[in-house]
């Protein structure tokens, strides 16, 4: 999401004026701040849905059985 420095607030794209400046302040936001390198998912959030995943397959398996 674009952050506005002078403002302390993040905007979203459609709240922005056309020429992508900061509805409030008038100052140009150049920066949407994306997924970088160092922010990818944790391993643990990985091993979470996949350890989900197992048992809620697990439980549709005894269903019907």
């Known amino acids: 999401m674009p952050w506005c ?8 794209p459609t709240a922005m004026t056309a020429n992508g400046e900061c509805p409030s ?8 701040a994306g997924l ?4 990818r998912t944790p391993w643990h959030f990985k091993l979470l849905v996949t350890a989900l995943i197992a048992y809620l397959g697990w439980r549709i398996i005894v269903l019907f059985v």
């Not at 302040?25 to 949407?32: A, K, N």
């Open 25 to 32: 302040c008038g100052r140009h936001i150049d920066e949407v």
């Open 36 to 39: 970088s390198d160092d922010e």
């Open 5 to 12: 420095e002078e403002c302390a607030r993040y905007f979203t």
